[in-house]
């Protein structure tokens, strides 16, 4: 009676579930924490510099890059596509809406994830499996303030300026390839690019949206290497778990976000 | 690390996110565009408003000169109560009258404000006498299915 598999079967969702919800509780006591303890970080500044230099400006080249060729290729394609119906110029709008409202914070977070996120948790992971953070707190310095929170703050900062520049770069590599290459007509280009999106609806939800994957991706990179087993073998899944973690996180939460932003009036 | 190289590229990042935030701003958004909370309120009573939308623009001659605020249904009169907020600078005569147009074959539909000859002017709560409803391609083609009709009718 014991052994048939419905039993076996319960006692496996129940440690899933058990485990899932001690997992939850210990990531928002430890985001607690670090908003908590984020005095150091308005003190010593240079922390706050040197994260947002490591989380930032060391991302620029991939998010100018790939911003880049997403527009080259959104200009393309739609281009291809709004000529069968004679209305080239409307690319400006196609390749402007997609890239503000989805594509810039979307692309721009999982890119972010995935280049600075993974490094801080292998940071942080490699910091518990060797014992730095065991020894800082034998000196008294709280690890908090002085390795997670200034981390934590940089990203947040980081996040949607990246966005905003994926954007930007993409608009700019579909201008490149509709106006500059194939010939779309520039005023006519802009001007309808202009006439359609609006700052507020648009803009500014896009930067909304970058806020908030900016918290997640943050959140869940720094937990996870927090939370990591202090082997080799933890932090190699730790980082591997913050990749597809804020991956999936970013892609649900987008989903929610355009649900109550764009839909309605 | 160098602290001088640190600093330089965090201002170097700093500078390009804010540029970028600025040319989403400046030029891809409508800065032109006054803003819809400016200006004044009139309203508009049509039969039909076909595909309308709130915020749909209002031009007259072509130029955009405000925005649909509300559309609700009037229960005692069973039409379409339109209100429109217009642009400050824009003044129109109290006779103007509305029109539900729509842009190309397929495009959003708007309204097109005519200005007419009085010497007053529309004001704040302003109701706008003079509408015609939006054209419903089934009507329309009834229409004109109805007099091709009669019309071989009358030659029989």
Known sequence: ?265 | MQRGTVDIWVGIFVTVGFLGLLFLALKVGSANNFSVSDGYVVSAEFDNIGGLKVKAPVKSAGVVVGRVDRIVFNNSTLRATVTIRLGRQFEFPKDSSVSILTAGLLGEQYIGLDGGGDIDLLVNGDKILLTQSAMVLEKVIGQFLFNKASESGKKN
């Open chain 1, 1 to 265: 009676m014991r052994n048939n598999t419905l039993f076996r079967g319960m006692i496996l969702v129940g440690k899933l579930t058990i485990d899932g919800v001690w997992k939850i509780g210990s990531a928002s006591r430890f985001m607690f924490y670090v908003i908590c303890r984020s005095g150091m970080t308005v003190r010593r500044p240079r922390l706050l510099l040197d994260e947002i230099y490591f989380a930032g400006a060391l991302s620029l080249i991939i998010i100018i890059v790939s911003g880049l060729f997403v527009g080259l290729v959104l200009g393309l394609q739609g281009y291809e596509t709004l000529k069968r119906y004679g209305s080239a110029e409307a690319v400006g709008t196609l390749v402007a809406l997609s890239l503000v409202r989805e594509l810039g914070p979307v692309v721009a977070a999982l890119l972010f994830a995935s280049r600075a996120g993974s490094a801080m948790t292998a940071k942080i992971g490699i910091m518990k499996s060797t014992e730095q953070l065991s020894a800082m707190e034998m000196m008294a310095v709280d690890p908090y303030s002085r390795v997670v929170t200034p981390m934590f703050w940089g990203g947040f900062f980081s996040m949607p300026l990246l966005a905003a520049i994926f954007s930007a770069m993409g608009i700019f590599g579909g201008y490149l390839i509709t106006v500059v290459v194939i010939g779309v007509d520039g005023g006519a280009f802009w001007s309808q690019m202009q006439a359609s999106v609006d700052f507020q609806g648009d803009i500014l939800n896009g930067i909304y949206k970058s806020v908030v994957f900016g918290f997640a991706v943050n959140a869940i990179a720094l937990f996870e290497g927090f939370d990591c087993l202090p082997t080799a073998e933890g932090v190699s899944r730790a980082v591997t778990r913050t990749v597809v973690t804020s991956a999936l996180a970013v892609l649900a939460l987008d989903f929610v976000l355009t649900a109550f932003m764009f839909t309605g009036a």
